[in-house]
Every structure is written in C-alpha cells, then in structure tokens.
C-alpha cells in the first residue's frame, strides 16, 4: 500500500470515493491545484467499472462502447490511435490505468476500502467510516461512485417463481450457455438492446419487453463513427428540423415502430436513442421478438403480456432467463439519505448534476447518464469542484459567484450554441452526443412514479452550462 502524506492530517484532506473515470478525473483536476486529497475505491485496481477483475462490474467482455475513441477521452490524454473506434471494456480499463499513473494518482490510492458512512457534522467537517475500520475526519468529500450500485428491480419480479432464473444486466456476462433457452430481456434502453443482441447469439429465442419506445441510430454516419461526423459537419445546409432527421435516419436503419417495437415517445432529436447497427436487424431476422408489458405471472411462471400494440405485444411467454435492464436507482448507501435532497420527482437535487445545493464540501460526481458518452461532462465537473474546493479554502470571490447560480435555476446559466451544429451531420450527430444544445433543463427525469433512477441528461446544453460555470473561476 502506497504512502498517503501521513504527515498531513486528514482534516487537511478531500476524499474521493471511486476511482473510476469520474474519481480520477477528480483527483486529477485536485492534484493540480495542489489539493490534497485521498483516493479509495472497494477494488484492487483504478478503472472503477471498466476493471477487468472487478466482480461486481455492470461490464461484460463483450460490450462495445457508444462513444467513439474521440469522444471517450480526456483533455489532457488522447486514446492511442492503435485502439480501435469503438473501445472494448479492455481498452478502456488499460486506458485508465495510463491516464492514472500519468498523473502518479496511485500515490495516493489505496486499493479494496470501501467507505461505510460519510456522514457531515458542519460546513467542512466529514467523519468517514472505512471498511478498515478506521473512523477519519476529512474536510470534504468527491463521491465518484458511478451509477451502478443501486440496481433498480420492479416490484413484480419478487413474484417470478424460483425455477426462473432472474438476473439484473448488472450480472449480465455474456450468452455462454444459452443454448436452448428463452431469454426475456425487460427493459427500453441501451443495456436492454445490447444484451438483447448479446443473448441473441446462442439464445433459443429471445424475447424483449419494452415499455417506452426509442429511435435507433448507427454508430457509423458516412463511413465515419457519428459523432466524429457530426464534429466535423460544416454548416452549410441551413437549419434541418427533427422531421428531416428521422426521415435521414429512418431510410439507414428503420422505424423501431415498423418491426413491432413500441413507437419513439420523442421525436429523434430530443429522444434518449438506443446506439446500434444490429438489434433492429436481429428484430428483423426473428432473433429478437418485441413483447408487450408484463402484465401478469402464474405459478408456472409463464408471464401474461400486454402492451404497446405490435404483432407479439399480447400473449404468454415462459423463459428459462429474466434480465431486467430496468436501470439503477440514484444516491449512495454511504451517504445520509437527507444530505443531498430530491425534487418533487424523486431526483436528486444537484446543481448542474453534480453540486448539491447549499454545500460547499460535497461533490456527487456520475449521478447522470446520457447518449454519446458522458465522460466530458465528468471532466467539466470534477474541474468545477477542484476550483470550488480551492476557492473555498482560499476565502476567493468566485466562490460567491458560484453559489448565486447554484441558487437558481439551472436555466439561467448561459449556454454557447457549438459550431457545425446546423448541418444534417451535425444535427443526426446530435443525439449521439455531439453537438446539441437545447435551452431547456438539462435532466430529464426517466423513473416512473415511486422510482428514483439516474436520470438522462441533455449531454450538450449540460457541457454547454458546466463550461460556463467553469469560467467563473479561470
């Protein structure tokens, strides 16, 4: 174990709690300004995640990412050009463990502790319980714990009898052994197609219930990963509406509503999209039926289904295999339920997705997830709570800055429309996380009632706003 200051109290201290992607961009942005500060992750290695060896990571070795090689990389570190455009969880874990010793953040690591409690007693004073057992007192806290460690199950499958085998896409590790089995996938998003797809490949049938409907897009626009091509669209074209868009994207890859998937809640362009070249296609072939809502479980654990309306929407299905891809739930078992409030609508309340309002000792970094990658966005954060933790220790008028916005609305943080914005790349690319910003609140709650999960962000008005805020301090 590494020597971490022991002639510097920890009172003198920030910690940060992960040391993933979010927790090392963090103690990057920290370490350049010369605060001290603590890194402690429940794992062996740094990658939070993307660690290979970590048993409970939502990653399987198959995953492909949806964010292209530029687009899954900080500032100050470009992922090797030998790596291909989409990373594998492999490359990304080696990737971290380089940007980790660049910046020697592993002097200050210290491997398999987890944090018990943080729990604030006044402005700048945390007791921090470790699994250890060692009780320390730091000025602040970075809590970079990700967004997997609640894994959100509906009430119903409490009631699915113990001969169907009943999985969260957290534990989710491939189609090995598969064979001859049904598999029913629940759930609208990402994860949902991606292991739909997955299973699929050695699956008997594979069945996926879908709640909310989706527009699928491509990794790839002309030959190039999308949000390159969108990056790199020039404004020439004029303003495109929606309507253009999804006529663009329904001629590539289709309608989801005319292969039996529920019909996009949202139009493209303000839709939370499903990034894929194949799950349509496997729908197509009859790999992947689309199936209604759960709407009943006899004992024989045969479910009753009822749903959106397409050609397998209602009927029973009976598999062998539930993967809920139903999403996580938001907040951290290590902090008090109470030190960071929620909205009316089960959010938490964090300024900006990361600042929680009236704190000036409390990061909560990766609470949100969005399309197109959202590691820029945990770079634009972790650099605002370097800059208020410095600010803060230095008594600089920033600091007063900074608590006016965060006061009010997020609405009022002025955003910069991004360049190339108004081409048909560049609009498609949008929604893969390119280049849209929208004057309209950045998260966008996805739980239903009762259900306080992650939500999704608007990625570019979000960065937009962050870059602002960032300012106030540079």
């Known amino acids: 174990m590494p020597e971490l200051h022991d002639e510097i109290p920890t009172r003198e201290k920030v910690l940060v709690i992960g040391a993933g992607p979010a927790g090392l961009?963090?103690?990057?942005?920290?370490?350049?300004?010369?605060?001290?500060?603590?890194?402690?992750?429940?794992?062996?290695?740094?990658?939070?995640?993307?660690?290979?060896?970590?048993?409970?990571?939502?990653?399987?070795?198959?995953?492909?990412?949806?964010?292209?090689?530029?687009?899954?990389?900080?500032?100050?570190?470009?992922?090797p050009v030998s790596f291909p455009e989409y990373l594998r969880p492999a490359h990304m874990a080696k990737y971290l463990r380089a940007y980790a010793a660049r910046h020697q953040l592993t002097e200050h690591f210290r491997p398999g502790v987890e944090v018990r409690y943080a729990r604030?007693?006044?402005?700048?004073?945390?007791?921090?319980?470790?699994?250890?057992?060692?009780?320390?007192?730091?000025?602040?806290?970075?809590?970079?714990?990700?967004?997997?460690?609640?894994?959100?199950?509906?009430?119903?499958?409490?009631?699915?009898?113990?001969?169907?085998k009943v999985i969260h896409s957290k534990d989710w590790t491939g189609p090995d052994g598969l064979e001859g089995q049904r598999v029913l996938v629940v759930g609208s998003g990402q994860s949902a197609a991606d292991i739909a797809v997955d299973a699929a490949r050695r699956a008997l049938e594979v069945g996926w219930s879908v709640r909310t409907g989706h527009w699928v897009v491509p990794r790839r626009i002309g030959g190039v990963p999308g949000d390159v091509a969108a990056a790199r669209e020039p404004a020439v074209l004029g303003a495109l509406n929606g309507k253009i868009a999804e006529a663009v994207i329904g001629r590539r890859v289709g309608n989801p509503a005319d292969v039996g998937l529920p019909r996009p809640a949202a139009p493209l362009l303000e839709d939370t999209v499903i990034v894929s070249d194949e799950v349509l296609d496997r729908v197509r072939e009859g790999r992947i039926t689309p199936v209604g809502e759960i709407a009943g479980i006899a004992h024989n654990g045969t479910l009753t289904l009822a749903g959106h309306g397409g050609p397998a929407a209602h009927g029973d299905f009976a598999p062998d295999l539930i993967v809920l891809a139903t999403g996580y739930e938001s907040g951290a078992g290590h902090l008090p339920e109470d030190v960071v409030p929620r909205t009316a609508g089960g959010d938490l309340d964090l300024f900006l997705g990361a600042f929680p309002r009236g704190r000036d000792d409390l990061v909560v970094l990766g609470q949100q997830r969005g399309p197109g990658g959202m590691l820029p966005v945990l770079v634009q954060q972790a650099d605002i709570a370097a800059y208020l933790l410095h600010a803060?220790?230095?008594?600089?008028?920033?600091?007063?800055?900074?608590?006016?916005?965060?006061?009010g609305s997020e609405n009022a943080v002025a955003t910069a429309r991004a360049t190339g914005d108004a081409g048909l790349l560049g609009r498609i690319g949008g929604v893969l996380g390119a280049n849209r910003v929208r004057a309209r609140s950045a998260g966008i709650s996805s739980g239903g009632e009762g259900e306080k999960l992650v939500p999704a962000a608007d990625r570019e008005t979000l960065l937009a706003r962050l870059r602002t805020v960032r300012d106030l301090f540079e």
């Open 392 to 407: 803060a220790r230095e008594g600089s008028p920033a600091l007063q800055d900074f608590q006016r916005l965060r006061a």
């Open 120 to 164: 604030p007693f006044e402005d700048n004073v945390w007791q921090v319980e470790l699994s250890t057992g060692e009780i320390m007192i730091y000025r602040a806290v970075i809590s970079a714990h990700g967004i997997s460690e609640r894994p959100h199950r509906p009430a119903w499958a409490a009631e699915v009898p113990s001969s169907i």
């Open 25 to 79: 961009a963090a103690a990057a942005a920290l370490k350049a300004l010369d605060l001290r500060f603590d890194l402690v992750d429940r794992a062996k290695h740094v990658g939070g995640i993307w660690n290979e060896e970590r048993e409970d990571t939502p990653i399987w070795p198959a995953m492909e990412m949806i964010s292209s090689r530029e687009f899954t990389q900080y500032e100050d570190m470009l992922q």
